[in-house]
């Protein structure tokens, strides 16, 4: 229903766009898990595990490629949660929750995206067949994996609080209402008296 001024006629074509542009931008920030899958897959340490014919050891016992591999996920889930924010930003700077929904919602499917690419592009996550293929005292390497689920929330966490700062700082301003002076606001100077 039209408000009294008229305005609520293009209600529903603003609408529609925000939601269009919404989906848009999730589809386009989900889609960037894949690159981000990629390059965790190639980037991340490898666990060296060994075996003996009959039980698998990890290499070095001390080693810390497991903890590596949560970390580099982190760390470029911000990275990406930075970029991809700071796109969506450039490309709608009319800002709207609809659009900032879709960035949080695309970042959350780009990091399940990336995950469960990672670890299928990875070493099988058949160890003992894995162990068998390659024979005894020989190096392979264990799956890809990721330890602290946390990390998953990186991307979407990086990308709201950048999209929060690009907005807070450059975004649209609300128009503010003018200023008048009412003759009350202030004090009359003196000796100003009022007409009689």
Same mark, same amino acid.
């Given at each position: 229903?039209?408000?009294?001024? !008229?305005?609520?006629?293009?209600? %529903?074509? @603003?609408?529609?766009?925000?939601? @269009?542009?919404?989906?848009?931008?999730? /589809?386009? /920030?989900?889609?960037?898990?894949?690159?981000?899958?990629?390059?965790?897959? %190639?980037?991340?340490? %490898?666990?060296?595990?060994?075996?003996?014919?009959?039980?698998?050891?990890?290499?070095?016992?001390?080693?810390? %490629?497991? /903890?590596?591999?949560?970390?580099?996920? &982190?760390?470029?889930?911000? !990275?990406?949660?930075? =970029?991809?924010?700071?796109?969506? #930003?450039?490309? @709608?700077?009319?800002?709207?929750?609809?659009? +900032?929904?879709?960035?949080?919602?695309?970042? +959350?499917?780009?990091?399940?995206?990336? *995950?469960?690419?990672? /670890?299928? =592009?990875?070493?099988?996550?058949?160890?003992? &067949?894995? &162990?068998?293929?390659?024979?005894?005292?020989?190096?392979?390497?264990?799956?890809?994996?990721?330890?602290?689920?946390? &990390?998953? =929330?990186? *991307?979407?966490?990086?990308?709201?609080?950048?999209?929060?700062?690009?907005?807070?700082? #450059?975004?649209?301003?609300?128009?503010?209402?003018?200023?008048?002076?009412?003759?009350?606001?202030?004090?009359?100077?003196?000796?100003?008296?009022?007409?009689?």
């Amino acid at each position: 229903m039209p408000d009294a001024d !008229g305005g609520g006629a293009d209600e %529903q074509p @603003r609408l529609g766009r925000e939601l @269009r542009d919404a989906a848009i931008a999730a /589809v386009a /920030v989900a889609v960037c898990g894949v690159v981000l899958g990629l390059l965790w897959e %190639q980037l991340a340490p %490898q666990v060296p595990l060994i075996s003996d014919g009959s039980a698998v050891y990890l290499k070095n016992s001390e080693g810390e %490629q497991a /903890v590596g591999a949560d970390g580099w996920f &982190a760390l470029m889930g911000l !990275g990406f949660g930075v =970029l991809t924010a700071a796109a969506v #930003f450039w490309w @709608r700077r009319a800002g709207g929750i609809a659009v +900032v929904i879709g960035l949080a919602v695309g970042a +959350v499917l780009g990091s399940l995206i990336a *995950w469960r690419l990672g /670890v299928a =592009l990875g070493p099988t996550q058949n160890v003992v &067949a894995h &162990a068998k293929a390659v024979g005894p005292n020989k190096v392979f390497y264990a799956p890809l994996e990721l330890r602290a689920k946390g &990390a998953l =929330l990186a *991307w979407p966490v990086a990308a709201m609080a950048t999209l929060l700062a690009l907005t807070s700082a #450059f975004g649209p301003r609300d128009p503010q209402p003018p200023q008048h002076w009412d003759g009350w606001s202030a004090p009359k100077p003196p000796g100003d008296t009022p007409d009689q």
